[in-house]
C-alpha cells in the first residue's frame, strides 16, 4: 500500500493537474474549438534565451475564454510558457483573412522593444494539439543609403491538416510585411485553412525529424568505429591481461614450491604482494560509496528513460523526457542505497544514517544549487527559464517524501543482504608502505589519460546530442544511443581493468579511488568539448545564455563522470576479486 501511495504522488507531482479535453485526447468534433497555445519568444542564436510571448508588446485574439489548460512538472522546469493566443480557430471549417487586434507604437518603449526583437531576429514558438508551429517576428532590411529599415510580420496564415476527426500537421506563413515607423498602427490579422490528409496520426511528428542529419553516413560510421573499437579494446584487454597473468601465476607457483628462507631472499614483486591491502577500505568510503551509490542510481535512469524513449517516442510530448526522467530517477532511490548502504557496511563504516543522506542528496543538491544560481540569471533577465517557486516545492517534495524513504529502504536492505565483506585475502592490520614509481604510474596520471578512450567511443554522438539540446534539431534515434551507451560501459570497464592491473603490478593498492576516477575522468574531456562546441558550432551570445550553457555542461559532466566512475569501479572490482580468489595465499 505504501509503494502505491508514493507512486500516486509521483504522478500527481509530475503530471501536474490533468483536466479532460480534447487536445488530451487528440480528436475532435466538427466545429469543435481548436486552442493555439502562444510559447515563447526569443533569440534564434540563444534557443534556451526565451521571454514570454506577451513580454513583447503583442495583443491577444478577441476570444478570451478557454476550454481546459494543462501544464506538467517537466514544462515547467523547461521554461514552457503556454498562454492563449485569443485567436478562434474551429475544427475543419474555414476562417477568412480577418483581424484579431491591432497595436499602436506609440511610445519610445514600445518601439524599441519591437525593434529590438527583430533586430537580434527574435522567432516565436507556438503549439496547436501538441505540435510545435515557429514564427519569425520582423525582417531587417537595408534601405537604399545603406541605413537598416525594420519590418514585422501582421498576418498569420494557418494551414491544417486533418485525418478523420484529428489534426496531423499544421503550417504557418508569415505575411503582411510592415515598416516599423513610431507612430505606426499595426494591426494583426488571420486565416486558417483545413484541408484533409492521408498523413497517419502516429507519423505526424515525422515532418519535424532530420534524417539527413542524424542518420547521415558518418553517424553510420561513427556507431561502426566505436563498436570495432570495442571489439579490439576487448580482445587486446584479454591477451594482454591473459598472457601476463599466466606469467604471473606461474612464478607465483614457483614461488610457493621453494622454502620460506629463499623466498625471503628472492625478488618478489607484483600484484600479489599486496593482497593484505588490496582490499582494504579506500580514503573517504563514505565519499566513495555515496559515489557508487548515485553512480549505479545514474547508470539506471539513462537505461530506463533511453528503453522508455524507444518504445513510446517520448519526443513528441512536452517536457516528456523530463519527467519520465523525474519520474525514474525517484523510483530507483532504493538501487542509490542498496548499492551505497551495502559497500560502506563492507567498508566497516559505522555512520550509516550519514552516509545514506549523503547518496539521497548527493544529485539533488548538485543539481538543485546549479540551477539555484542560473534561476537567478533568468529572473534578473525576466526570462520564461527562470523556475516558478511552485515547481521547486513540488522538486523539494519529490526528494524529501520519495527519494528519500526509498532510498532509506534501499540501504537496510543492502545492509541486509549483501553488507557482509567477503574478500578472497584478508586485510593487514597495518598498511603496506606504497614504493616509489614512475609518474606515469601514479594514480593521477593514471585518471587523466584513462578517460581518452572512453570519451573517443562517444564523442561524435556528443555532437548529434549536443546539437539537438541546444540548436533546433530533435533527437529521436534512441537506438543510437542505446549502442553507444553499450559501448561507453564496455570500453570504460576494459579501461579501467587495465588502468588498475598496472596499478596494482606497481604494489600500490589504492585502485578503488583510481579505477573510479579513471573512469570519471571521461567527464574532463565531456567539459572541454563542450567548449569547443560553444565556440566553433554555435553563434551563442549574451552572459545569460552563456551561463545557461556552461552551467548546464557542468551539471551534466558531474553527473556523466559520477556514472561512468561507478561503472568503471563495478568492472574492476569484479577483476580483482576474480584474479585474487585464483591464487593461493598464504
Request: proline share 3%.
Amino acid at each position: 500500500m505504501m509503494w502505491l501511495k508514493l507512486a500516486a504522488l509521483i504522478c500527481i507531482l509530475v503530471s501536474g493537474h490533468i483536466v479532460n479535453g480534447d487536445e488530451h485526447s487528440h480528436t475532435y468534433n466538427p466545429s469543435e474549438q481548436v486552442v493555439l497555445w502562444m510559447n515563447t519568444v526569443g533569440p534564434y542564436h540563444n534557443r534556451q534565451e526565451t521571454y514570454r510571448f506577451f513580454s513583447l508588446p503583442f495583443c491577444h485574439g478577441p476570444k478570451s475564454s478557454i476550454d481546459h489548460y494543462h501544464e506538467t512538472l517537466g514544462e515547467s522546469l523547461q521554461g514552457i510558457e503556454l498562454e492563449f493566443s485569443g485567436l478562434d480557430i474551429k475544427f475543419a471549417a474555414d476562417q477568412p483573412h480577418e483581424k484579431y487586434c491591432e497595436i499602436e507604437v506609440a511610445g519610445p518603449d514600445t518601439f524599441k522593444a519591437l525593434e529590438y526583437s527583430i533586430k537580434n531576429h527574435y522567432w516565436y514558438q507556438m503549439f496547436v494539439d501538441d505540435l510545435p508551429i515557429w514564427g519569425i517576428v520582423g525582417d531587417v532590411q537595408k534601405s537604399k543609403d545603406g541605413e537598416e529599415e525594420y519590418y514585422i510580420w501582421t498576418h498569420k496564415k494557418l494551414e491544417f491538416g486533418y485525418n478523420d476527426n484529428q489534426i496531423v500537421d499544421v503550417n504557418l506563413t508569415s505575411e503582411a510585411k510592415v515598416k516599423l515607423v513610431p507612430g505606426t498602427k499595426l494591426v494583426f490579422t488571420y486565416q486558417v485553412t483545413w484541408k484533409a490528409s492521408t498523413v497517419s496520426f502516429a507519423k505526424r511528428f515525422e515532418k519535424y525529424l532530420d534524417p539527413n542529419f542524424f542518420q547521415h553516413r558518418i553517424h553510420w560510421f561513427s556507431i561502426f568505429n566505436s563498436f570495432m573499437m570495442v571489439i579490439f579494446l576487448i580482445g587486446l584487454v584479454t591477451m594482454i591481461l591473459m598472457r601476463t597473468l599466466r606469467k604471473d601465476y606461474a612464478r607465483y607457483r614457483r614461488d610457493e614450491e621453494i622454502d620460506d628462507m629463499d623466498r625471503d631472499l628472492g625478488d618478489e614483486y607484483g600484484w600479489k604482494q599486496i593482497h593484505g591491502d588490496v582490499f582494504r577500505a579506500p580514503a573517504s568510503s563514505m565519499a566513495f560509496a555515496s559515489l557508487i551509490g548515485a553512480g549505479s542510481q545514474l547508470a539506471l535512469v539513462c537505461l530506463c528513460v533511453i528503453l522508455m524513449a524507444i518504445i513510446d517516442d517520448l519526443y513528441t510530448g512536452r517536457g516528456s523526457i523530463m519527467n519520465a526522467a523525474i519520474l525514474v530517477y525517484a523510483a530507483t532511490s532504493p538501487v542509490n542505497g542498496y548499492f551505497g548502504g551495502s559497500m560502506y557496511y563492507k567498508f566497516g563504516g559505522k555512520e550509516w544514517i550519514k552516509q545514506m543522506l549523503i547518496s539521497a542528496a548527493l544529485i539533488p543538491s548538485v543539481v538543485c544549487g546549479s540551477t539555484f544560481m542560473i534561476n537567478f540569471v533568468a529572473i534578473y533577465y525576466h526570462a520564461s527559464r527562470a523556475i516558478p517557486f511552485t515547481s521547486m516545492l513540488a522538486v523539494f517534495t519529490i526528494c524529501l517524501f520519495v527519494v528519500l524513504p526509498l532510498t532509506l529502504s534501499g540501504t537496510v536492505l543492502g545492509r541486509s543482504m549483501s553488507g557482509r565483506a567477503s574478500y578472497p585475502c584478508r586485510v593487514n592490520t597495518v598498511p603496506r608502505p606504497i614504493p616509489e614509481k614512475k609518474w606515469f604510474m601514479e594514480p593521477l596520471a593514471i585518471a587523466l589519460f584513462g578517460g581518452v578512450l572512453p570519451f573517443g567511443s562517444i564523442f561524435i554522438e556528443m555532437y548529434f546530442i549536443f546539437t539537438s539540446f541546444w540548436a533546433y534539431k530533435i533527437y529521436y534515434v534512441y537506438g543510437f544511443m542505446l549502442l553507444v551507451f553499450v559501448i561507453l560501459v564496455l570500453v570504460t570497464i576494459c579501461v579501467t581493468i587495465v588502468c588498475s592491473y598496472f596499478l596494482l603490478n606497481a604494489e600500490d593498492y589504492r585502485w578503488q579511488w583510481t579505477s573510479f576516477t579513471a573512469a570519471a575522468s571521461t567527464a574532463v574531456y565531456v567539459y572541454c568539448y563542450s567548449f569547443y562546441y560553444f565556440f566553433f558550432k554555435t553563434k551563442m551570445y549574451g552572459f545569460f545564455q552563456t551561463s545557461f550553457y556552461f552551467g548546464n555542461m557542468l551539471v551534466f559532466s558531474i553527473g556523466f563522470g559520477i556514472m561512468t566512475g561507478t561503472i568503471g569501479y563495478m568492472g574492476t572490482n569484479f577483476f580483482v576479486h576474480k584474479i585474487y580468489s585464483t591464487v593461493k595465499i598464504d
